[in-house]
């Protein structure tokens, strides 16, 4: 199979994008303190994620607590829980899929065809990954920029774009590459097999046929 190098880049890209959603979804620096306005509090720093909000004070080691009640989340914060589990869950079995693909794995044995389909297939779950993690990773943005510009919300209530959020962008960005790559892999692969097998057309004679045959069948008649 050509391109083959393409392959190992696209792999070794979907799974530092796996890596990258993964640790997007259980980082709790989703959401950070603001240290705005004349009052400011330096000895405590306010992290919000998924699954947990931290606390971290001077010389005190960081406090994380899980949130208890699922029904009394937000539904913003609902939505981002579900779709960034879709996402890791795309991205795993894309990688799977990839790897099926192949050219050293023998799941599918020689069938390049099938190995050509097999990474297409990944090419576009690595890409529904990436979306899947744009979605709620600005989405988020989107509220804590509007809160943070909004004189009615308070000063204390205020949040900042975490960590999270931009290894969020980055992974997304990543899983657009290996998609990308894997998607023109499959496309190159199917132009170069309708190369290599061209339409079937009409027969011609070999021109070395002898002729003293086709004309002693014509002359020659049956009596009775």
């Known amino acids: 199979m050509a391109f083959y190098p393409l392959q190992i880049a696209g792999l070794v890209l979907g ?25 400011i509090i330096v000895f405590e720093r306010i992290w919000e994620g998924l699954w947990m ?17 699922m029904l009394a989340l937000p539904p913003a914060l609902e939505a981002a829980r579900a779709l960034m589990c879709v996402a890791v869950a795309l991205s795993l079995i ?4 990839g790897i099926c ?8 044995g020689s069938n390049e065809r099938a190995k050509a389909y097999l990474v297409g297939t990944s090419g576009v779950l690595f890409i529904l990954t ?16 509007q809160d943070f510009y909004n004189p009615a919300v308070h000063v204390g209530q205020k949040r900042e ?13 990543i899983l657009f590459i ?3 790559i894997f ?34 069948s014509e002359t020659s008649t049956s009596y009775v």
């Open 161 to 173: 774009l975490g960590v999270a959020l931009f290894l969020g962008w980055v992974s997304a960005a």
């Open 53 to 69: 909000n931290c606390i971290r004070q001077a010389r005190v080691r960081l406090q994380c607590k899980f949130y208890r009640s």
């Open 130 to 145: 990436a979306i899947f993690v744009l979605i709620p990773v600005c989405w988020t943005a989107n509220i804590i920029i």
């Open 101 to 108: 693909g192949m050219k050293q794995i023998q799941c599918t």
């Open 178 to 180: 290996a998609g990308g």
């Open 183 to 216: 998607c023109g892999f499959c496309c190159c692969n199917k132009k170069k097999q309708r190369f290599r097998y061209p339409a079937p057309g009409y027969s011609v004679p070999h021109p070395n046929k002898p002729r003293n045959m086709t004309m002693l």
């Open 94 to 97: 894309a990688l799977l899929i």
């Open 15 to 39: 799974f530092l994008g796996m890596v990258g959603t993964l640790a997007t979804t259980l980082l709790p620096q989703w959401r950070v303190s603001a240290f705005v306005g004349s009052n």
